[in-house]
């Protein structure tokens, strides 16, 4: 194995921790921590507090996978085994990252007005109800669609190497 080799390994390696990491959080989140909290009075605290701590985890999580990634991403399209298929899923797989990186940090900027008037909250005076769209949005924000997007960026990890493997079989 070379020095090389070793290298990639390791980049490797710090891409799926930081990945686990930051969507295996969001899922824990989703699935445990916010339905406990509602449960237990005076709970918000705690929960925001946990928010701000995890934010921090998930800031250093997109800084490793940003620069892992540029660097996984630029050793295989250089490769000669790489197709016009593996470069659509990478294509999506990065979009669908980028999207997860501007909801992450969109939440520290505070909730888009949308996002506000679909939680009842008054913007400029205006208290509107509502609508069916917003609860979807407000539904999807946030927590909800960075632990779905990161489930479908994980599944495109996948088809990634397989078009990968399955190239570099019929090369051989």
Known sequence: MSAGDVFLMVVRWLHHVAAVVWVGGSIFYLLVLRPAARKEPGAGTLQRRVGLEFQAVVDTAIFV??????????????????GAAYF???????????????????????RHALLQRAEGRAIGGDAQAPGSLQRFLAAMAWANLIAILGIIVFLLSDLLRALYEGALKDAL
Do not use: E, N, P, Q
């Open 65 to 82: 996978l940003v620069i892992t990634g540029g660097v996984l991403a630029f050793d295989k399209l250089t490769s000669k085994y790489v």
């Open 88 to 110: 659509s899923v990478l294509g999506i797989k990065i979009a669908l990252s980028a999207w997860m990186f501007i909801l992450a940090h969109s939440r520290l900027r505070g």
